[in-house]
């Protein structure tokens, strides 16, 4: 599905949406209107359906602001990344001390954790090694 990326930028009490592909531009009250708002546009503009394209919203800010935001973006990726690898060496802790004789309440006391919550850990760490 195609989509058009929306350059969302406060003038005044409005946001002007610009869409540099199209070269076309018009305004939202609200920010949240913005999708609405610009969709309408787009499919006004090329006599399409408002569901048949994407809509990559850009919202420009106070250049501090916006580094704050890039930043706080990076340290998100960062969290999911190393949650993942957390997950995964803790799939590995449960499969290999279940292997050496561990029972799955013991696993649960070990990792402080219920032995339900064990018992899932040790599921998906098989369906993933399967």
Same mark, same amino acid.
Do not use: N
């Given at each position: 599905?195609?989509?058009?990326?929306?350059?969302?930028?406060?003038?005044?009490?409005?946001?002007?949406?610009?869409?540099?592909?199209?070269?076309?531009?018009?305004? #939202? *009250?609200? !920010?949240? +209107?913005?999708?609405?708002?610009? $969709? /309408?546009?787009? &499919?006004?503009? =090329?006599?399409?359906?408002?569901?048949?394209?994407?809509?990559?919203?850009?919202?420009?800010?106070?250049?501090?602001?916006?580094?704050?935001?890039?930043? #706080? *973006?990076? !340290?998100? +990726?960062?969290?999911?990344?190393? $949650? /993942?690898?957390? &997950?995964?060496? =803790?799939?590995?802790?449960?499969?290999?001390?279940?292997?050496?004789?561990?029972?799955?309440?013991?696993?649960?006391?070990?990792?402080?954790?219920?032995?339900? *919550?064990?018992?899932?850990?040790?599921?998906?760490?098989? $369906?993933?090694?399967?």
């Amino acid at each position: 599905m195609k989509s058009y990326r929306v350059h969302a930028e406060r003038e005044g009490k409005f946001w002007l949406l610009r869409v540099p592909e199209l070269d076309i531009m018009t305004q #939202a *009250r609200r !920010l949240t +209107e913005a999708d609405e708002m610009a $969709r /309408d546009l787009i &499919a006004t503009w =090329l006599d399409a359906a408002p569901d048949s394209f994407g809509i990559d919203l850009d919202v420009a800010l106070p250049d501090e602001l916006a580094q704050r935001r890039d930043r #706080a *973006r990076q !340290l998100r +990726e960062e969290a999911d990344r190393l $949650r /993942d690898q957390a &997950a995964e060496e =803790l799939r590995v802790v449960v499969r290999e001390a279940h292997d050496a004789g561990m029972s799955v309440r013991e696993l649960a006391v070990a990792l402080g954790v219920s032995h339900q *919550r064990a018992q899932q850990i040790l599921a998906e760490s098989r $369906r993933m090694t399967a």
